[in-house]
């Protein structure tokens, strides 16, 4: 196993593939990321010294910067207005904030994710319906029927 960005990654997978585990990265990404860093694609991740899983480090972290404006998974962020590409905790971080501020400002997808219903258009007559399951009903018992007839060991 090998550490990469707080995420235990398989040491005997490809690069690539390794590189992709980390939450925030995908295979275009990781391949473009391993191309930066001079690394062939068939080497496995476990194969790789500490100086050179560092580097992979700091260019992945380093990508927004590098990459261009449409490949990074957070474009002009609207607090500081910069293209950020997120990894590992952070991406489930800015969507829980997202959310909580679209439910602040009573936005309309706010407001749906409130409810628990559909964001982003999709019908709702026939799919998506939870909450009104009622189970199986068990037959009621007869006034002064017979009790269950107890089991003998």
């Given at each position: 196993?090998?550490?990469?960005?707080?995420?235990?990654?398989?040491?005997?997978?490809?690069?690539?593939?390794?590189?992709?585990?980390?939450?925030?990265?995908?295979?275009?990404?990781?391949?473009?990321?391993?191309?930066?860093?001079?690394?062939?694609?068939?080497?496995?991740?476990?194969?790789?010294?500490?100086?050179?899983?560092?580097?992979?480090?700091?260019?992945?972290?380093e990508?927004?910067?590098?990459?261009?404006h449409?490949?990074?998974?957070?474009?002009s962020?609207?607090s500081?207005g910069?293209?950020?590409?997120?990894?590992?905790?952070?991406?489930?971080?800015?969507?829980?904030?997202?959310?909580?501020?679209?439910?602040?400002?009573?936005?309309?997808?706010?407001?749906?994710?409130?409810?628990?219903?559909?964001?982003?258009?999709?019908?709702?007559?026939?799919?998506?319906?939870?909450?009104?399951?009622?189970?199986?009903?068990?037959?009621?018992?007869?006034?002064?029927?017979?009790?269950?007839?107890?089991?003998?060991?």
């Open positions: 196993m090998v550490r990469l960005l707080n995420t235990d990654v398989d040491g005997n997978k490809d690069i690539v593939i390794a590189i992709a585990t980390v939450k925030g990265v995908g295979i275009r990404t990781a391949e473009i990321i391993a191309r930066m860093a001079g690394i062939p694609k068939s080497t496995k991740i476990g194969d790789l010294l500490e100086p050179k899983t560092e580097e992979l480090e700091k260019l992945i972290n990508y927004s910067e590098k990459a261009p449409w490949m990074v998974n957070r474009q962020d609207w500081t910069a293209d950020l590409h997120l990894v590992g905790v952070d991406v489930e971080l800015y969507r829980r904030d997202d959310v909580n501020l679209m439910k602040m400002i009573r936005s309309y997808k706010g407001i749906r994710h409130e409810q628990g219903q559909k964001v982003r258009g999709q019908r709702t007559r026939s799919n998506g319906r939870t909450g009104m399951t009622m189970g199986v009903m068990r037959k009621k018992e007869e006034p002064g029927g017979a009790a269950a007839p107890e089991k003998k060991e």
